[in-house]
């Protein structure tokens, strides 16, 4: 909003050029993403204090995790809302793309919300039944994937690291794609919120690389010379992958342990479905994975998990997710969730290295 109503009056008031700048309004919605969650931060939190809005503990969960009842819990509302009001603040709202990312953030968040809702207000440990939620989730992605196959300038041409100018089209398989990224991101960063900040960490730094890439992808002259796929307005997106930054940092000051306010279902489901979304919008899927390594492993670590016990009736870990295994082997709360952020700061960087091996 900010760039269509200043960016013209710079040639009345020279001040207002740097509205033009990217980089700028990036820097400026992390900024305002951060005050927001810093300002409704202890509003949000007291309101549901108030309410009794305070996380219910399912049963199948490391007992000391029933220390953890009753702390506020849709924290992710405080994410959601700074992250849309920054991203419209701040991006540019010409850019189609843009537009896909917003509303599948929300539909994801709105999603996790009723979810929360089942658990927080009707006392529901389990929440939404999970084929009702995935039915959702499918829903709301195969309507962002078709919208974004419909979109004028989108090609249905993948991207593979390490190849050089190597931009298959697969057609209309783009919208299963969109829906796998989607949905399987959106779940695995939601089982990977168990412990206090253990999911925001890996969020932070694949929010980062995301906007890296983003930003890359949308300047034709450093898509060129980095020989990655040229995505023209991709680079607004790097504004969505700043607000995540400033609201997750915001967010962390009260979800760091011991949190005073928990992420739910609003919160992981919305960003893991901006993150995947952003993926496939710069054709950076393979790298989504890479850098978001935690969340890979969260989410598989339950897929064998079931299938050990229902073909061996043994299990391979303690108990899924893998950060519930530690826990029951003993390690601290606080050691787990900062060894887990080291090794998504080692995949963000190991990521990254893909823009030049090529």
């Avoid at 419209?88 to 953030?105: H, I």
């Amino acid at each position: 909003m900010l760039y269509h109503l200043l960016y013209p009056l710079s040639d009345v008031i020279s001040a207002f050029n740097v509205f033009r700048y990217l980089t700028f309004r990036a820097i400026g919605a992390a900024l305002t993403a951060l005050l927001l969650a810093f300002l409704f931060g202890p509003i949000l939190i007291r309101a549901l204090s108030d309410r009794k809005v305070g996380q219910t503990i399912r049963e199948d969960t490391p007992d000391r995790h029933q220390t953890k009842a009753g702390i506020p819990t849709m924290g992710g509302l405080l994410i959601l809302v700074a992250v849309l009001a920054s991203t419209v603040l701040w991006a540019e709202w010409t850019v189609s793309y843009l537009w896909v990312v917003v509303a599948t953030t929300a539909a994801f968040g709105a999603i996790g919300f009723f979810d929360d809702y089942h658990k927080a207000i009707l006392r529901d440990p389990n929440g939404l039944r999970a084929r009702t939620k995935i039915f959702w989730q499918i829903l709301a992605a195969t309507a962002g994937g078709c919208a974004m196959y419909l979109l004028p300038s989108f090609d249905a041409e993948i991207s593979l690291p390490l190849f050089k100018g190597f931009h298959p089209s697969i057609g209309l398989a783009y919208v299963p794609v969109f829906v796998v990224v989607v949905v399987g991101s959106s779940n695995a960063v939601n089982l990977t919120d168990g412990l206090d900040g253990l999911a925001i960490g890996p969020t932070l730094t694949v929010a980062g690389v995301m906007g890296i890439f983003a930003y890359a992808a949308g300047h034709y002259g450093i898509a060129s010379y980095l020989e990655i796929k040229y995505v023209p307005g991709a680079g607004t997106l790097a504004i969505v992958c700043a607000g995540m930054l400033g609201a997750g940092l915001g967010f962390l000051w009260f979800n760091t342990y011991p949190a005073s306010l928990i992420m739910g279902d609003t919160g992981s489901l919305a960003l893991g479905a901006a993150l995947g979304t952003i993926a496939i919008v710069v054709r950076q899927e393979i790298v989504l994975a890479i850098a978001g390594g935690i969340f890979v492993v969260e989410a598989l670590s339950v897929i064998v998990q079931v299938a050990s016990f229902k073909l061996r009736g043994r299990r391979i870990f303690r108990m899924a997710p893998i950060h519930h295994h530690y826990e029951l082997k003993g390690w601290p709360e606080p050691q787990i969730i900062v060894r887990f952020w080291i090794v998504s700061v080692i995949l963000a960087l190991v990521s990254l290295s893909f823009l030049k091996l090529r």
